[in-house]
Structures are given as structure tokens and as C-alpha cells.
């Protein structure tokens, strides 16, 4: 079981497509309309992780390896419920925390016969914000299908998209939540995978135009649940252009001082720093580009996929 606190920075972008839409707003993709900020829930990054996990990393109910939120069919027709899911595992407990990987990351309710169990996510994110002001466009277009049998006009379909929304998470994991859901570093590697591989294979029609950006896992020593908290908050979009005419990541840089400079004011709670971050995305520390990897204070490990 994992024994660090740990911290997530999660950056991706999203061009001409939907990030997340409402369905109680016409599908619209969520926005603060006071801030005109794209606002996406921790509920569909974890959908994208899990998917991943599922098609990708053979988490299918297989070789031992389950997701426990995932669609199935009942036997009756239509899709199982909890209860039903829980039955797949026998209601046993010890054999949904060893199978179940999102049940070990998110925590989750198992519904039994007469009464249900809690476990509290270890690692939990907060609302992914953009950190640009974005637009939304209404696009009009023509279907396949004529409108009617024998009719020669064809159908309309309508559709909200963001021209361009460069999105930031915040996450954290628990070492302590962790003891109870039996979450391992394997857990936490597999993690790091489907957020940025999930990220970049989320080729629907509506969510094509998804690339990840960067990613930075903060591990902690070992010792009194120590974080710094706000990691999103420590960066800032920098553009060259009016925000809303954003278009793709050349058109701004990636302030990081502030993020770097807590990094090293805190570096003696700090083991080390895991991340990924993609060669288009530009980052400046003191107006200077930089490699996260030469700021030599610090402990920075990079990764790729």
C-alpha cells in the first residue's frame, strides 16, 4: 500500500470539441458564464480513467482485473445496478478491493443484501477550470437522413463547442484512505497512464481535439499528512492574444514561478516529483523557458508513455 501523501497537477487541452456537457443545458459544455471559464467535473475525468483502464489495460473482469463502475447488461434487460454489480463479486468486500481498481483509487458504495459499505476515494480531485476565458459557439449543420420518408430536405443537427479550453485539475491522494481501500504504487502508476493516455484516446465525435499537457505528481515524505495544496492555483496562462481568440497553444506560455518557488520553499517535505509535460507546451520561470528536469533543487523525475 502506498505510505506518501501525494499531490496531482493535470493539464489538458481541448480544441473545437465539448470537454463536458450538461444534460440538463442542452448538452452545452459547462461554463461559468460570470468568469467565462469552461468548468469540467471530476466525475468525467475519472469516466475517462476508468475507460481507459477498461479498453486499453484489460481491466474487463478478466485475469483478476475489474473497474466496478462500468455498464452492463441485466439478465432482465437494461443495465445492472449497484446491487447487481455487487452480486458479481459475491458481496464480498475483500474481493471487490482486490479486483476493482476504481474502487481502490475513488472509493465507492458496494450496495449488499441487507445494508451498504463506504469506502472514501484516496485520491479525489477537485472541478477541472480553464485558465483561459473561453467562448462558446453554436454550430449548425445538416444530418445524413432526409427529414421524413420520401421528403428530399434533410435533417438539421445543432451542437455546442469551445473553440479552445486549456484545463487544469487539482488532486490529491491519501495515504491514510489508502490503507482502508488497499491502494498500492502500482495503483498510482496505472493512474498516471489512463489520465494522460485516457486524456489522448478520447477520440469520439464530440470529444476529439483532447491532447494532455502536462502532468506533475507531487510525492511527500513520510510524515504528518503534509501538502501544499492548490497546485492549479500556482500556474497562470500567459497569452499573446485576447484570451478568447485563443486558438491552440502557441498563442500563450505558462507562467510557473510561483509553482517552482513553493516547490523549493517546501523541498524538504518534498521525496521527489514525477512528470510528464508534452514539447509544445511552454514553460517560463523568471520570463526564461524552461525544462522542469534542469531546476536542480529539486528532485524531477520525468516519465513518458
Known amino acids: 500500500m502506498i505510505k506518501n501523501r501525494q499531490e496531482v497537477l493535470f493539464l489538458y487541452d481541448v480544441?473545437?470539441?465539448?470537454?463536458?456537457?450538461?444534460?440538463?443545458d442542452e448538452n452545452k459544455p459547462r461554463i461559468d458564464e460570470e468568469a467565462s471559464i469552461?468548468?469540467?467535473?471530476?466525475?468525467?475525468?475519472?469516466?475517462?480513467?476508468?475507460?481507459?483502464?477498461?479498453?486499453f489495460k484489460g481491466y474487463d473482469g478478466t485475469?483478476?482485473?475489474?473497474?466496478?463502475?462500468?455498464?452492463?447488461?441485466?439478465?432482465?434487460?437494461g443495465l445492472k445496478d449497484g446491487k447487481?454489480?455487487?452480486k458479481d463479486f459475491n458481496e464480498n468486500l475483500d474481493t471487490v478491493l482486490e479486483k476493482a481498481i476504481d474502487i481502490r483509487l475513488f472509493g465507492g458504495v458496494i450496495p449488499l443484501n441487507k445494508a451498504s459499505i463506504t469506502f472514501t476515494g484516496p485520491v479525489q480531485f477537485n472541478m477541472g477550470r480553464s485558465l483561459n476565458r473561453v467562448e462558446l459557439k453554436h454550430i449548425k449543420g445538416t444530418g445524413a437522413f432526409a427529414s421524413g420518408e420520401g421528403k428530399s430536405q434533410k435533417t438539421f443537427r445543432e451542437e455546442y463547442i469551445i473553440p479552445y479550453s486549456l484545463i487544469g485539475f487539482h488532486g490529491i491522494i491519501n495515504e491514510n484512505a489508502a490503507k482502508d481501500t488497499k491502494l498500492s504504487d502500482d495503483d498510482i502508476l496505472m493512474l498516471d497512464e489512463a489520465i494522460w493516455n485516457g486524456t489522448k484516446n478520447l477520440i469520439t465525435r464530440s470529444k476529439m481535439g483532447h491532447m494532455p499537457r502536462l502532468l506533475v505528481r507531487v510525492v511527500y515524505k513520510e510524515?504528518?499528512?503534509?501538502?501544499?495544496?492548490d497546485l492549479q492555483r500556482k500556474i497562470e496562462l500567459v497569452p499573446n492574444t485576447e484570451e478568447e481568440k485563443i486558438r491552440s497553444y502557441k498563442d500563450?506560455?505558462?507562467?510557473?514561478?510561483?509553482?517552482?518557488?513553493?516547490?523549493?520553499?517546501?523541498?524538504?517535505?518534498?521525496?521527489?516529483?514525477?512528470?510528464?509535460?508534452?514539447?509544445?507546451?511552454?514553460?517560463?520561470?523568471?520570463d526564461e523557458k524552461i525544462l522542469l528536469q534542469d531546476v536542480r533543487e529539486l528532485n524531477f523525475e520525468e516519465k513518458s508513455f
Open 15 to 24: 480544441t473545437d470539441a465539448n470537454p463536458n456537457g450538461d444534460p440538463l
Open 38 to 55: 469552461n468548468i469540467v467535473t471530476d466525475v468525467r475525468l475519472k469516466r475517462t480513467i476508468r475507460d481507459y483502464m477498461y479498453n
Open 63 to 77: 485475469d483478476g482485473k475489474d473497474i466496478f463502475v462500468r455498464e452492463l447488461k441485466a439478465e432482465k434487460g
Open 84 to 86: 447487481a454489480r455487487a
Open 223 to 229: 510524515s504528518n499528512n503534509f501538502f501544499m495544496g
Open 252 to 286: 500563450f506560455y505558462i507562467k510557473v514561478d510561483d509553482l517552482i518557488d513553493t516547490l523549493i520553499e517546501n523541498k524538504n517535505n518534498i521525496e521527489k516529483i514525477i512528470f510528464i509535460c508534452d514539447k509544445n507546451l511552454n514553460l517560463k520561470y523568471k
